[in-house]
């Protein structure tokens, strides 16, 4: 946990507009935002490219200034001493990560498909991520038909992840964030999964957000936790 002492203000709050590539050249940017977009596809609603995962994923690679946003939105932390050299150390092995993996996947997009990645259809793209991965491309998830947990059980840590593994849980980081990280612009993220995020930071210190009115307060036990469900029925 941080405390007062260990970090002063940073960065101000992000462009959610800019063009500015802070770590990734143009070709490297492209081709992440590429194969975000094969991670989060976007069909008939929106996808890894309109809630601008890659924006998110360059500030985040970029260095110190875009870690920890201020408790009401308005910037970032700066972090100092022991917390800056052992974020640029971890952020730096991530970096190499990325570039490394980059270059990976154009090499088996042009030895299997003949170009590089980025200039590959989807189902070309979507074949060489499975050899980047050595995995098949997974099915589509249906809410209720699956085992919730095991479907959706995530890392909440990069460290030590591989490239495909890292770009997977940044995609989806990007994708539900809080815009104020760079992802997740206009809400995109939220809206496709209903959520009714506080607009501001601020929104959530002064408790003008709340998700009260949603909870249901009036619930029995028995029919929120499924042993006692079970036991209600056989005792009936």
Request: aromatic fraction near 12%; include cysteine.
């Amino acid at each position: 946990m941080l405390s007062k002492s260990d970090w002063g203000v940073g960065a101000g709050p992000m462009d959610p507009d800019s063009e500015e590539k802070l770590f990734f050249t143009d070709h490297e940017w492209e081709t992440v935002e590429a194969a975000a977009a094969r991670i989060m596809p976007s069909d008939e609603d929106p996808g890894a490219r309109e809630a601008r995962v890659v924006f998110f994923i360059d500030r985040y690679l970029s260095g110190l200034d875009y870690i920890y946003a201020t408790a009401d939105g308005s910037g970032f932390l700066k972090l100092d001493g022991k917390y800056a050299e052992s974020w640029s150390q971890r952020i730096a092995d991530m970096q190499e990560t990325y570039r490394e993996g980059i270059k990976e996947l154009d090499t088996l997009a042009q030895e299997h498909q003949g170009d590089l990645f980025k200039e590959l259809d989807d189902e070309q793209q979507d074949y060489v991520l499975e050899l980047i991965s050595h995995a098949p491309k997974p099915e589509s998830i249906v809410l209720g038909e699956v085992d919730p947990v095991g479907s959706f059980l995530q890392a909440f840590t990069d460290d030590g992840m591989q490239f495909f593994d890292a770009l997977c849980l940044h995609t989806r980081q990007g994708m539900y964030c809080h815009p104020v990280y760079g992802g997740n612009r206009e809400m995109v993220g939220w809206r496709l999964v209903d959520y009714p995020g506080p607009e501001s930071l601020a929104d959530t210190i002064t408790c003008k957000y709340s998700l009260k009115e949603l909870f249901a307060l009036d619930a029995d036990w028995e029919e929120l936790i499924p042993h006692l469900r079970e036991k209600k029925s056989a005792e009936e």
